[in-house]
């Protein structure tokens, strides 16, 4: 029941947004009652909480067993690129709740969430600072600036890939992976110091 | 008085979100009464059609200046970028705005902006299409999905880029720009077909 609370609230966090959906909403869409809901959650705002957490608490576990890996740092980036993207069929709206809804948690739960998003960040980040180490990438890029640019591509396409669409999920992450790939691999023969 | 209204608007809708602002907050924060604000907008909604438009017509008017000018497609894409990137300073809260809150507006006022904002991702879709043309960009590009690229790192800078913070907005968007060049731009030497 608590799984079903958590995908119906989802889904109207993500067509009404949080803030005009009330908690009698969630309950009609599942023929429940309030008190079922508060039988689980405290409040809405512990329930987007929740929706927070274990969405980034997945996508971290699932991209660090990709950083830790023996694979060279440009695979990695494309797993990462695909994870985020093939992620959109079955996460899509819980990853729009994610970018759109977090400023309706309290401060202290922001902190929480904000750690844990940064942390997912430098994790890119630490993926281009290894290639740059390895001499896979060019050596003076700004990773951190790589980073967001990363994020902001794969992150934006929450918002108008059509997975089932005329392009596949893994199709747009070799395009990304390859765009990305070809403004910061270092191509053999450049000098060190360029 | 309008452009008062407007902007201490943007500035709620930036920080409550459009939902839990009412008229008598936007009143309030500038010393007027709800009287004062049916003088000048029917309703929130219509006042949120305005911003979105106003918005979406000023970035297009600039962008077609960009994309009718005589330059290189290289530079066009470089000017688009740069363009996005520098109105965070200035623009910054109109946009979150603008990405956020759409949702809110009614369907058909949905279907004006979003037609201005495909114009906007096409022209970007058409300077990569020229440059594929003018033999500038590699032959086999997906332009559609490079504009979403582009518009995906730029857009994402409207979260997290302080135009007041270490990197300058220019520094960004050259760094940018050299991300995507990177990607795209045909090397002297490769052939066509390949």
Redesign the interface.
């Known amino acids: 029941m608590k799984e079903k609370i958590t995908e119906a609230s989802i889904s109207l966090f993500e ?1 009404k ?1 949080f ?2 959906t009330t908690i009698q909403d969630i309950a009609d869409s599942i023929g429940a009652t309030k008190g079922t809901f508060y039988y689980y959650f405290k409040s809405k705002e512990q329930l987007l909480k929740e929706i927070h957490l274990e969405y980034i608490i997945d996508l971290l576990k699932r991209q660090e067993a990709i950083v830790n890996d023996s694979t060279s740092n440009k695979e990695k980036l494309h797993a990462v690129i695909e994870m985020l993207i093939s992620d959109i069929r079955k996460n899509g709206p819980r990853g729009r709740v994610f970018f ?1 809804e977090i ?2 948690l309290a401060e202290e739960n922001i902190r929480i969430i904000k750690k844990e998003r940064d942390r997912y960040r430098l994790n890119i980040e630490s993926i281009i600072r290894s290639g740059i180490a390895a001499g896979e990438f060019k050596p003076n890029l ?1 990773s951190d ?2 980073a ?2 990363v ?7 929450y918002n ?2 059509q997975p089932d669409g005329e ?1 596949e999920p893994s199709e ?1 992450a070799a ?2 992976t ?7 691999v270092k191509e053999n023969g450049t000098p060190e110091n360029h």
């Open positions: 067509q947004g803030s005009t759109r400023r309706h700004r600036m790589v967001f640019a994020l902001g591509m794969a992150n934006y396409s108008w890939f392009v747009l395009i990304y390859s765009l990305v790939l070809g403004g910061i």
